[in-house]
């Protein structure tokens, strides 16, 4: 409950604040965003199969955003960034929706 009121109080200050996002780390942004949501869901689908754990939580979070950020620092750096991001995108994308319809499941028991 906890990282659930996290994220809703993160999002309501991020909506008020509006933060600047330095020009710098704009390519890595939507790519990071994209990895913490499959650390979130992997960690939502954990919760519902009772095998949760808060450790390997933080360290999921932390090492999709950081992997996901270096292989697209080194995607821009050998010129095949656009490549690399998108590579990126689908896997956790499936990664995510593979999530998703596993907590549908649970929920719905469909």
């Known amino acids: 409950m906890i990282a659930v009121l996290g994220l809703v109080v993160g ?6 604040v509006r933060p600047e996002v330095p020009a710098v780390v704009e390519p890595y942004l939507p790519i990071a965003v994209v990895a913490a949501l499959d650390a979130v869901f992997g960690g939502l689908r954990a919760m519902l199969d009772g095998i949760f754990d808060d450790k390997v939580f933080v360290v999921s979070f932390l090492s999709n955003v950081v992997v996901a950020a270096l292989i697209v620092f080194l995607g821009d750096k050998l ?12 896997v956790l994308g499936i990664r995510i929706f593979s999530n998703a319809a596993a907590i549908r499941r649970h929920v719905f028991r469909a």
């Open 11 to 16: 999002v309501v200050v991020g909506l008020f």
């Open 79 to 90: 010129g095949v960034g656009a490549q690399l991001s998108t590579g990126v995108v689908v």
